[in-house]
């Protein structure tokens, strides 16, 4: 299996975050030459400040969810959630880079006589969980693989969603992308600084789709998707909602997505050229609503229908640049009517956002439509690619 040089990363994290936000970080090696009632006490003490402060409402939400469940986490820090439900009734897997994050947990396990429900997986550069269990009940992500760069943290992540039961549970703690905005939109590399620290090298902002497009083509369910602490974070809790183990051979590749040819569709331009759809941008008309591009997805949709054995939804991921206003990307179905809760909302911003328009139980859609959302103006935007795929 293709390894991947995690180096840098281990580098960083083995300086893990305290209890809370705003009260920094500590090497693990620091808290490892610690005699066993300091080290006790200075865990305690950050764990105490943890469930205190702005993350106290984990426990409220999840005490009940996990009694007498499995859970694997995937970037464990210090161990605080973990050692937290432990205490509560759950079995816990701490899977993380850095082996000295691991063996401060450990630590604190056999101190605290808990040692029994805990268990320890040092990831390695090949991103392999094989050595785990095969039913886990939930995957607890806090604020873990968004510091590596997306494909790295897909690969790790769809191997240990094979480690989940069906109908099992995937909780994720996030940046979200209005923070990305608020902090200067910088570059990947760059964010992480701002975010964790002068040595972090990587921090990227996730949407609930970009969780589901990294977890594709798992079916995942929506249970929650709210941001806190006035967006700084994002906070998601999905249900893998299939009977089966996820295995990603169960999965014809060959079906996952049609591309929509953006000028084969004849979109239908209110105003300017179809090569505009290369990029250059579309003005929409003026007026609230105002469509100003439609696709016909009939064809490409006819294909998807012959191909697939059987297809309850469809999805459309469409990459695109709204560079004035806003606009709604919507599904629309036969009669032309908006497919209810299809359309997304695109405004103003410095990158080209990735969007998936699901239909899922209402009906197959036959159009896709740009229209504008500003009362007042003429919003302006460029479809990058869009796809049509069997939904997730
Ligand atoms: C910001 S800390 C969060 C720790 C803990 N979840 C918490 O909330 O306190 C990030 C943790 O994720 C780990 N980590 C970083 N990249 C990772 C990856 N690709 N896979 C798994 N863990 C990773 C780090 O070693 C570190 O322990």
């Not at 986490?73 to 432990?86: A, H, N, V």
């Not at 089966?244 to 084969?264: C, G, N, Q, T, W």
């Not at 796809?387 to 997730?392: V, Y």
Request: aromatic fraction near 10%.
């Amino acid at each position: 299996m293709a390894t991947v040089g995690l180096a840098s990363y281990r580098e960083k994290w083995r300086e893990a975050p305290r209890g809370s936000d705003t009260d920094g970080r500590i090497f693990s090696s620091e808290l490892l030459a610690m005699s066993d009632d300091v080290f006790l006490s200075t865990w305690q003490a950050m764990a105490s400040r943890r469930y205190e402060g702005e993350l106290g409402w984990l426990g409220t939400l999840y005490f009940d969810t996990f009694r007498d469940r499995n859970v694997a986490e995937l970037g464990s820090g210090l161990g605080f959630d973990g050692i937290r439900f432990i205490e509560r009734g759950a079995a816990w897997t701490f899977c993380d880079i850095v082996p000295d994050n691991l063996a401060v947990i450990r630590r604190v396990a056999t101190l605290k006589g808990i040692a029994g429900r805990a268990r320890f997986h040092a990831i390695g550069d090949d991103l392999s969980f094989a050595a785990l269990p095969a039913d886990y009940d939930a995957i607890w992500v806090f604020g873990s693989i968004h510091h590596v760069p997306f494909e790295v943290a897909r690969r790790e992540a769809l191997d240990l969603l094979g480690h989940l039961k069906p109908r099992g549970r995937w909780m994720e703690l996030v940046y979200p992308r209005e923070r990305w905005l608020r902090e200067g939109a910088l570059p990947f590399d760059q964010w992480g600084k701002v975010t964790d620290g002068e040595r972090t090298p990587w921090a990227e902002w996730h949407d609930v789709e970009k969780v589901r497009s990294r977890l594709l083509p798992a079916p995942l369910r929506t249970v929650l998707d709210f941001e806190f602490c006035s967006h700084n974070y994002r906070w998601f809790d999905l249900v893998y909602a299939a009977d089966e183990p996820f295995r990603i051979d169960d999965y014809d590749v060959r079906l996952l997505s049609r591309k929509l040819d953006l000028l084969a569709a004849s979109p239908h331009l209110e105003t300017g050229a179809r090569q505009q759809w290369l990029g250059k941008g579309i003005v929409c008309p003026a007026g609230m609503f105002a469509r100003a591009a439609t696709i016909d997805l009939d064809a490409p949709l006819r294909a998807l229908v012959d191909a697939a054995a059987s297809l309850p939804g469809v999805a459309v991921d469409v990459e695109c640049r709204v560079t004035r206003g806003a606009v709604g990307i919507g599904l629309v179905d036969a009669g032309g009517a908006y497919l209810p809760g299809a359309e997304i909302s695109v405004e103003e911003g410095p990158d080209s956002r990735l969007i998936t328009l699901r239909a899922v139980g209402i009906g197959l859609p036959e159009k896709l439509v740009v229209r504008n959302l500003r009362a007042r103006g003429r919003s302006r935007f460029a479809l990058v690619k869009a796809e049509l795929r069997p939904a997730n």
